[in-house]
């Protein structure tokens, strides 16, 4: 997610005829040195392979979510408030590999492989803002997918094991009641909405820096308050899916169990009654079959959370922890150029697999 921590520094150092051209992320304490310039050589054929293979896999990541965006008109009505909100994370998915390839593009490929010189930021601050709220956006249709089904699933099982089980599987009619479509697209409008105005700020708080800075110089980016908010904002509501989706599972699991131990006994009943063993009646074989659809949905979504929190989550810790000031690793002190180039590299291959 994060380009510009693919390398802070070999972002901020430009080659310029053998030379280095410092624009950003310099200190007076870790001037531009031979070990930067051989540094961002080594860099520069390192991502004339690497970035044009993300760019490959975040085409892909943008096709497949295209073709669900694309194909929603299609959908059979009535179309349910957790399709919507997974066309809208389609479309989310599919927005943030766009300003990812764009950052790979503009951040990294042009400037070290090409040595195109920067003459301001703003450009990139506008990428970065986007970035970041694309993947807040992201995040909050994952919690809302969470809290759809937590309403759609757990309520029901409130009731008596037959009752619950008879009425589990009819809730969406409920469900769209409580969610109605001026609702959805309300929500779907502040889960996209908010997370930019939220990033906007930021940019725009301090005079000479961010955006109200005569270059967009932001350097309230790199230290630690920006990143521990957004780290904060970010893990809170991914925590909490995880959460729900953990209560989900279980009180499902425990519905099976109760269900599976219901239709034993009413069979050995029957066979005491009757002395022949009768097959399982329509309506025990349906919901017995909805009981392993909506496990089956449930294991397929904690799939794509538990991928979702490996590789974004990777990319906010190292978020978090390296910065230039005031986070726990400093950039080039505490964390050697290569050994940076390397996680960084890394957390990004991940987000950008993660995407698809």
Not at 45 to 62: C, G, N
Not at 88 to 110: C, E, F, K, P, Q
Not at 129 to 158: C, E, V
Not at 311 to 332: E, K, Q
Request: proline letters at 4%.
């Amino acid at each position: 997610m994060f380009t510009s921590t693919i390398a802070p520094l070999v972002l901020g150092v430009l080659l310029d005829n053998d030379t280095l051209t410092p624009m950003m992320f310099t200190t007076e304490s870790s001037p531009v040195s031979s070990e930067v310039l051989d540094y961002v050589k080594r860099v520069k054929s390192i991502y004339q392979w690497l970035i044009p293979l993300m760019i490959i896999i975040l085409l892909m990541a943008i096709l497949g979510n295209g073709l669900i965006v694309l194909s929603s008109p299609w959908l059979s009505s009535p179309i349910s408030p957790y399709l919507k909100l997974c066309v809208s994370l389609a479309a989310a998915d599919m927005w943030a590999a766009t300003l990812l390839i764009s950052g790979l593009v503009v951040n990294s490929y042009l400037p070290v492989v090409f040595g195109y010189k920067k003459t301001s930021l703003c450009w990139d601050a506008l990428l970065e803002m986007f970035r970041i709220s694309g993947m807040l956006t992201s995040d909050m249709h994952l919690f809302a997918l969470a809290i759809n089904q937590f309403l759609g699933t757990m309520y029901p099982l409130k009731y008596k094991v037959f009752v619950s089980f008879l009425f589990v599987f009819k809730n969406i009619q409920s469900l769209q009641i409580m969610v109605t479509t001026r609702r959805l697209r309300y929500i779907v409008f502040c889960l996209w909405f908010v997370p930019l105005m939220f990033v906007f700020g930021w940019f725009v708080a301090k005079e000479d820096d961010g955006l109200r800075h005569e270059n967009c110089s932001f350097t309230f980016y790199n230290r630690f308050p920006f990143r521990i908010t957004i780290f904060l904002i970010f893990m809170l509501p991914l925590i909490s899916t995880l959460i729900i989706y953990g209560c989900i599972l279980a009180k499902l699991l425990k519905a099976k169990v109760e269900f599976e131990t219901y239709c034993t006994d009413k069979e050995k009943r029957l066979v005491m009654n009757t002395g022949v063993k009768q097959p399982a009646t329509r309506s025990y074989s349906t919901r017995s079959t909805n009981v392993y659809s909506k496990l089956k949905l449930v294991w397929t979504t904690l799939l794509i959370v538990s991928t979702f929190s490996l590789s974004w989550g990777l990319c906010v810790l190292y978020f978090v922890m390296v910065c230039a000031d005031g986070c726990m690793l400093i950039y080039r002190k505490n964390i050697g150029l290569y050994m940076s180039l390397f996680l960084n590299s890394t957390v990004n291959i991940l987000v950008s697999r993660c995407l698809i």
